[in-house]
Nanobody, 113 residues
């Protein structure tokens, strides 16, 4: 069982980026899928989460700009990042909670002109 992330990269301030995270292997009853991020010198923080029933939660810093969604048939979670800001620069990690907890390997997002 593993998580494979994609979609990170360089984006200009005000631009958009979409991150994807696909869970593979024998995963049962995914309860929560989420995105965390960690900037240099800072602790890892929760960015957005989506529960099995579809409810979502966001950090105040990304509300109105980021959207989390999931595709249950593909065990995939997405993070649509709009109106990116330099302070969004970080390594973004996918998180999945089912009968076990899985973390992705991380994908770098850099917001810079």
């Amino acid at each position: 069982m593993q998580l494979v992330e994609s979609g990170g990269g360089l984006v200009q301030p005000g631009g958009s980026l979409r991150l994807s995270c696909a869970a593979s292997g024998s995963i049962f009853s995914i309860k929560v899928m989420a995105w965390y991020r960690q900037a240099p010198g800072k602790p890892r923080e929760l960015v957005a989460s989506i529960f099995s029933g579809g409810s979502t939660g966001y950090a105040d810093s990304v509300k109105g700009r980021f959207t989390i969604s999931r595709e249950n048939a593909k065990n995939t979670v997405y993070l649509q990042m709009n109106n990116a800001k330099p302070e969004d620069t970080a390594v973004y990690y996918c998180y999945v909670q089912s009968h076990i907890i899985l973390w992705g390997q991380g994908t770098q997002v850099t917001v810079s002109s």
